[in-house]
């Protein structure tokens, strides 16, 4: 016996009882009656998914806005980090950090490690080369790129900042507690393993063919719908 079943037949029958008098209640009419209950429930139900997904869809624009202002706010601090060192902009410390992390990197996997297109990126190299805080060689397993090392000077202006940068880091984050600030990174991780291939593997696909190609929601893709 299905006792589900049982208890939403009972609900049905009590319901069916309190809008009909005795003498008019049957079974054609109850079996009528639970047809539009059911049809009545299977509409609320599809409201409350078409809201779920209006709901999803500002969720998700809201989570967009919110990791933009987060990357504003460290930039505001950042300017005020290196205010008085060679370096300019905060990618300038991120590629010095990535060359100095890795002893040579060439400028694609520089600019893929860091995640910014090459015309911006040869921009960044273009002034730590001028600035002599990076120099660069070539390549002996690829005649046709160039190896970028950090100098001594990158290397000082990277000692230099370094309280600067985590001072700054300590302002951005000074609210979370360290379990949060857990949790935060590694929501973070999982966004960069899931977008990065995209990055590298589709940078000149447009907006309409990637929505068509990329899983947008949980156990779902967009042939599914």
């Known amino acids: 016996m299905s006792y589900p079943l049982l208890h939403e037949l009972l609900n049905l029958v009590e319901r069916y009882e309190e809008l009909c008098a005795p003498g008019e209640q049957s079974m054609d009419g109850f079996l009528r009656f639970a047809q539009q209950e059911k049809a009545e429930d299977l509409k609320a139900k599809d409201g409350a998914t078409e809201m779920k997904k209006v709901d999803d869809a500002y969720l998700n624009a809201m989570i967009a806005r919110d990791i933009s202002f987060v990357y504003r706010y460290m930039r505001y601090f950042v300017r005020k980090a290196i205010k008085d060192s060679p370096l ?119 907006l309409a063919e990637l929505v068509k190609k990329v899983p947008t929601e949980t156990g779902s893709t967009s042939a599914d719908k």
Not at 132 to 138: A, E, F, N, P, Y
Not at 144 to 158: D, F, N, Y
Not at 163 to 169: D, G, L
Not at 186 to 203: I, K
């Open 88 to 206: 300019q902009t905060i990618d300038e410390y991120s590629y010095l950090i990535s060359i100095m992390s890795h002893h040579k990197l060439s400028k694609t996997e520089l600019n893929n490690y860091n995640v910014v297109e090459k015309t911006s990126g040869s921009e960044i190299i273009r002034r730590l080369l001028s600035n002599g805080l990076v120099t660069q060689s070539r390549n002996p397993q690829d005649k046709r790129s160039m190896l970028l090392s950090i100098t001594p000077e990158g290397r000082k202006a990277l000692r230099s900042v370094m309280p600067h940068m985590q001072q700054s880091c300590n302002l951005l984050l000074r609210d979370l507690s360290w379990d949060q600030k857990m949790y935060l990174h590694t929501l973070h991780s999982q966004l960069c393993e899931s977008n990065h291939p995209l990055f590298l593997s589709e940078r000149d696909t447009d």
